[in-house]
């Protein structure tokens, strides 16, 4: 008898134990409220005694339930019909944003759990609550935002100013997430657009580009002046179809003209200078922007004057002028110096054989003389004919084709294109 007492005693402890042990159901399926008041989440993370893991199971299970609300709000979504003048427009309305990054307040966490392995976190909300906070919450954001697009318009303050305002309302609606809202999403963007508008027809520039000449290749040729028209001092960038050109205080200053003669010229608002706290203000603002000014710049070809042999000028110019207008006057910013030799031989069988051969140093020409570039090997032409006058026309074509060759393009790379 003693016997079977201890064995049921046993027995007893045992499923007592077993129970107790026994992993909850919400691990294997998350609880569904019927009447829709609360929405679960569950998470989980390895035991690991040197790692946070049981943060990382409440931050998994947080993430869950984010996804629940979001999955019950979608369910709820309803399609609208609106009519107006010009037939029906449909348009989907949401009780919060549709993006994924949706801020969650008021959760608990209901029960914890442990096995040998891994740690599981269930934690819930209160859907309807949570939905009537966030929608006073958004409603007071919007009433936030419109206040700031009234002060983007309003003319008596400054135009930084003004902006600022802007950029304060678009983060504000980033942080609550209202572009992701269909209740609000048409009118702000509508808001912000206008008052974007606004600003940009606040703001002028005047661009000042004196009538002197430019020249490609030869940046420093270049000058013009900006200023605003008022106290605006919103950053501005500049752009350009050709060369690279930046804004050096109040000046244009062109560090490479490009090859290009006719260049444009493009001012906007540098955006990427624009404090903000969202890229997605940032890139708001790059997208609907409008505001430019702009100009049309002409290079002409650099002026050379040549100095050469007059037997030399005519192939030399017509080689040249590829790259510079060739002149013979004064006034030309650079010079091309040659020193060409031309050697003749008889042979007892009357052959004839012509070399031409030379040197050429390329200079600027300002208050001070610069060489910019000289050629470091003799550049040569030779021919063997029994017609001095083919000898001489096949010299010279060989010259030429290693000028064009060896010194026509140091000529080009010499210039700041």
Same mark, same amino acid.
């Given at each position: ?74 369910? @709820? #979504?309803?399609?609208? +019909?609106?009519?107006?003048? !010009? ?9 919060? /944003? $549709? ?120 940046? @420093? #040729?270049?000058?013009? +002046?900006?200023?605003?028209? !008022? ?9 350009? /179809? $050709? ?142 004919? $029994? ?31």
């Amino acid at each position: 008898m003693k016997n079977l007492l201890a064995l049921f005693i046993t027995l007893l402890l045992w499923s007592c134990g077993a129970r107790k042990n026994a992993p909850p159901s919400w691990i294997s399926g998350k609880p569904i409220d019927a009447s829709g008041t609360y929405v679960y989440g569950v998470g989980s993370s390895y035991i690991n005694p040197n790692t946070a893991y049981q943060q990382a199971a409440r931050s998994n299970a947080l993430a869950d339930l984010a996804q629940e609300v979001q999955s019950e709000i979608f369910d @709820e #979504t309803k399609l609208l +019909q609106k009519e107006d003048a !010009g037939g029906f427009n449909s348009a989907f309305e949401s009780n919060t /944003t $549709s993006t994924s990054a949706l801020r969650l307040e008021d959760y608990e966490l209901v029960e914890s759990y442990a096995d040998e392995v891994r740690f599981y976190s269930l934690y819930r909300l209160d859907l309807q609550a949570f939905l009537r906070k966030k929608a006073l919450q958004d409603a007071e954001a919007m009433d936030w935002i419109n206040g700031k697009f009234l002060e983007a318009h309003d003319v008596r303050m400054s135009v930084p100013v003004r902006l600022s305002a802007l950029v304060d309302a678009l983060d504000k609606a980033h942080d609550f997430q209202l572009f992701g809202d269909i209740k609000f999403k048409t009118k702000l963007n509508a808001g912000a657009t206008a008052a974007l508008r606004a600003l940009e027809q606040s703001t002028s520039l005047a661009l000042r580009i004196p009538e002197e000449s430019a020249y490609l290749g030869l940046p @420093e #040729t270049f000058h013009a +002046q900006w200023q605003y028209v !008022g106290r605006d001092q919103i950053p501005l960038s500049i752009q350009s /179809t $050709s060369g690279q050109f930046i804004f050096e205080d109040q000046n244009i200053q062109c560090l490479h003209t490009g090859d290009e003669p006719v260049v444009q010229l493009s001012i906007t608002w540098d955006w990427d200078k624009i404090q903000c706290s969202h890229l997605a203000t940032k890139r708001w603002l790059k997208n609907k922007s409008q505001w430019s000014e702009g100009t049309v710049v002409n290079f002409q070809k650099p002026t050379l004057s040549l100095s050469c042999p007059e037997e030399f000028k005519a192939s030399l110019t017509q080689s040249l002028s590829q790259y510079f207008a060739v002149q013979t006057g004064e006034g030309a910013k650079l010079g091309l110096e040659s020193k060409l030799d031309l050697f003749t031989e008889t042979s007892t069988q009357g052959t004839h054989k012509v070399i031409v051969e030379g040197t050429f140093v390329l200079t600027s020409i300002g208050e001070y003389v610069d060489v910019m570039w000289k050629s470091a090997n003799l550049i040569k032409g030779t021919a063997i004919s $029994s017609s001095k006058e083919r000898a001489m026309q096949s010299a010279m074509n060989a010259f030429m084709e290693d000028f064009n060759y060896f010194v026509l393009p140091q000529l080009h790379r010499s210039l700041d294109y």
